[in-house]
């Protein structure tokens, strides 16, 4: 199984920041790579689907790069909507998501 | 307008049975790979079932023999049976929409969920 792994776990940041999170494939998934974004009690909303396209209706500040193993989340300049806790999932095989990362406002 | 709708969350004791049911509207429940993904709570996703729009179905290791997927096409609607219930299966369960029929899901469309409880 591939084995997703995220960092960091959480991270608190002012508006306006630009914020970076990084996600780490035990294996070569190439551009296999989506990213999420959950609210609290609310479902997970597609950001970011094969490693850096803009899903449809997502805030341009929200981009992705990355392929092979290692990928990263940029969020350009943080809101305070952005609160929320985010995922990275490999699409490569059956489905593993990361253990997310917290994003919280300072 | 895509929507989907979960229902059948409920508190049932260890080793019983429940089944949950994904009704969608605005596309063809049959010509979309589905997937269940869960949410224990506090914990992150955890992807649970597939099932293509050819049929075939896989698990997770963790209710592979458990759980069963399937789809009633004329209700335009997805299940998840799912027996020997334990505690370790407490979640959200989401019926979630892949809009790219890749192996492990692109998922653009989520239902809001469903709670499973399992105690005593």
């Known amino acids: 199984d591939i084995q997703m792994t995220q960092s960091p776990s959480s991270l608190s940041a002012s508006v306006g920041d630009r914020v970076t999170i990084t996600c780490r494939a035990s294996q070569s998934i190439s551009s296999y790579l989506n990213w999420y974004q959950q609210k609290p009690g609310k479902a997970p909303k597609l950001l970011i689907y094969a490693a850096s396209s803009l899903q449809s209706g997502v805030p341009s500040r929200f981009s992705g790069s990355g392929s092979g193993t290692d990928f990263t989340l940029t969020i350009s300049s943080l809101q305070p909507e952005d609160l929320a806790t985010y995922y990275c999932?490999?699409?490569?095989?059956?489905?593993?998501f990361g253990q997310g990362t917290k994003v919280e406002i300072k | 307008e895509v929507q989907l709708v979960e229902s059948g969350g409920n508190l049932i004791q260890p080793g019983g049975s429940l089944r949950l049911s994904c009704a969608a509207s605005?596309?063809?429940?049959?010509?979309?790979?589905m997937s269940w993904v869960r949410q224990a709570p506090g914990k992150g996703l955890e992807w649970v079932s597939v099932?293509?729009?050819?049929?075939?179905?896989y698990y997770a290791d963790s209710v592979k023999g458990r759980f069963t997927i399937s789809r009633d096409n004329s209700k335009n609607t997805l299940y998840l049976q799912m027996n020997s219930l334990r505690a370790e299966d407490t979640a959200v369960y989401y019926c979630a929409r892949d809009n790219t029929s890749s192996v492990g899901g692109t998922f653009d469309y989520w239902g809001q969920g469903t709670l499973v409880t399992v105690s005593s």
């Open positions: 999932q490999q699409s490569f095989s059956l489905g593993t």
């Open positions: 099932i293509y729009s050819s049929g075939s179905t």
């Open positions: 605005g596309f063809t429940v049959s010509s979309n790979y």
